[in-house]
């Protein structure tokens, strides 16, 4: 099973459209948590941690469910400019006592269309 | 301007040539680290440093090897022992392990 596992997608939708992205986790002891963007041909950015509250910034909203181990971005309004792969991280939480770095989801591929 | 940068941007390399790739930060950053992106596919981690005189393999070392005699810098030989070195290369670093990580702009190396 891979650590963290995304749905490739693509996801097509139109312009103005809510889309949202589902992430998963194998590892239970992860603390923490972003998303990423990364546009063609270019490094990834990142586009938000997620907090266990919660977290929305601007047409962006993550949240984290620790019990079910998986987190979420929803994007409302959908632009053109939303193009992009989104990429889920989790840190893979500790090992004989020392942190783990980070894991990268092979991303979700979102086309907003015209 | 506080960032990471990599250079040079595309690099091309006959088949059999060790060949160095760039990375240097100004962040203060104690982690770095290598991912190699192949068309469409993911990160896949090759080589990580936690400080100074330390770094660990990650997934897909093999045919890889690096340094970090510096802070600031964290060079990537790809070796002519890599059997399929033509990729994009990404480096990046972060205050510690579980931090978020901050990306370079990435090298594309081709392999003749």
């Known amino acids: 099973r891979k650590e963290v596992e995304q749905d490739p997608g693509p996801f097509n939708v139109p312009e103005g459209a809510t889309v949202a992205f589902n992430c998963t986790y194998s590892n239970s002891a992860s603390q923490s948590f972003f998303w990423y963007r990364q546009d063609c041909r270019k490094e990834p950015k990142l586009l938000m941690s997620v907090y266990s509250s919660g977290n929305e910034d601007g047409r962006f909203t993550a949240q984290l469910n620790r019990a079910s181990q998986y987190i979420s971005l929803l994007i409302r309004d959908s632009k053109l400019s939303d193009s992009a792969t989104y990429l889920c991280?989790?840190?893979?939480?500790?090992?004989?006592?020392?942190?783990?770095?980070?894991?990268f989801g092979s991303g979700t591929q979102l086309t907003v269309l015209p | 301007d506080g960032g990471i940068t990599q250079s040079p941007k595309y690099l091309f390399r006959k088949e059999g040539q060790n060949v160095t790739l760039s990375c240097e930060q100004n962040?203060?950053?104690?982690?770095m680290y290598w991912y190699r992106q192949d068309p469409g596919q993911g990160l896949r981690l090759i080589y990580y440093s936690q400080i100074v005189n330390d770094f660990q393999k990650g997934d897909i070392a093999e045919g890889y090897s690096v340094s970090r005699e510096k802070k600031e810098s964290f060079p990537l030989t790809v070796t002519s022992a890599q059997k399929n070195p033509t990729a994009f290369y990404l480096c990046?670093?972060?205050?510690?392990?579980?931090?978020?990580?901050?990306f370079g702009p990435g090298t594309r190396l081709t392999v003749l």
């Open positions: 990046a670093s972060s205050i510690g392990l579980i931090n978020e990580q901050f």
């Open positions: 991280v989790v840190n893979e939480g500790f090992s004989s006592g020392s942190a783990r770095q980070l894991t």
């Open positions: 962040l203060n950053h104690d982690a």
